[in-house]
């Protein structure tokens, strides 16, 4: 989306999103998914992808959001450069569990990778689940997106052998893997974080 790329730069901001940020997620989401599945989903299952579809989606979570659902923006310049969204595990193994939280989705505008943004958004989301009362927290990454996997595994998180197939944009199948943290860590965050990936619909 050329016609909406500008210049990044300036003091980062996070706070909590609200249903007017839903178009500015959805942009994010569209961008960084292009940008980091390059190569790993196909390429028109790429360019299909909806920045109106899931703007309408995320509007209505934000507007209605379900208990224990947090969603955190990164803003610079008062733009939306970032989110992560965090809440009750979705699939119903895993919901069985009271104790754990899961974090649906992390991402980042491509034009901020590498600048420190996305491990504060980690750390926020990781908070926001505490607060909550959740003690472990888990995920859905795709296997093949080894970026994701190592900013993880260096931010704490541990493979649990657990694999999925869920169903992304177009049908699309997503070989996911399981990770899970114990939220009583707090080892040192990593410097940057692109293309995490939750299994929350409105984040794909």
Request: some cysteine.
């Amino acid at each position: 989306m050329p016609g909406d790329r500008t210049e990044i730069g300036g003091v980062v901001e996070l706070r909590e999103a609200t249903p007017a940020d839903a178009r500015a997620i959805a942009t994010v989401t569209v961008r960084s998914w292009r940008a980091a599945y390059r190569g790993l989903l196909p390429h028109d299952v790429l360019a299909g992808l909806s920045v109106h579809d899931r703007a309408q989606t995320w509007s209505d979570s934000l507007a209605a959001p379900p208990a224990h659902m947090r969603v955190v923006v990164a803003v610079v310049a008062d733009a939306v450069v970032g989110f992560a969204a965090t809440g009750p595990p979705l699939v119903p193994d895993d919901r069985a569990d009271p104790t754990l939280g899961d974090l649906y989705a992390l991402y980042l505008d491509p034009e901020v990778w590498r600048r420190g943004i996305g491990t504060r958004l980690h750390s926020a989301a990781l908070d926001r689940l505490r607060s909550c009362g959740f003690t472990h927290a888990g995920l859905w990454v795709l296997d093949t997106n080894e970026r994701a996997l190592r900013f993880y595994d260096r931010a704490g998180w541990t493979d649990t052998g657990r694999t999925q197939i869920d169903h992304g944009p177009g049908g699309a199948e997503l070989h996911e893997r399981r990770l899970r943290r114990d939220l009583s860590d707090r080892p040192d965050e990593p410097d940057a974080v692109v293309g995490g990936r939750g299994r929350r619909g409105s984040s794909t």
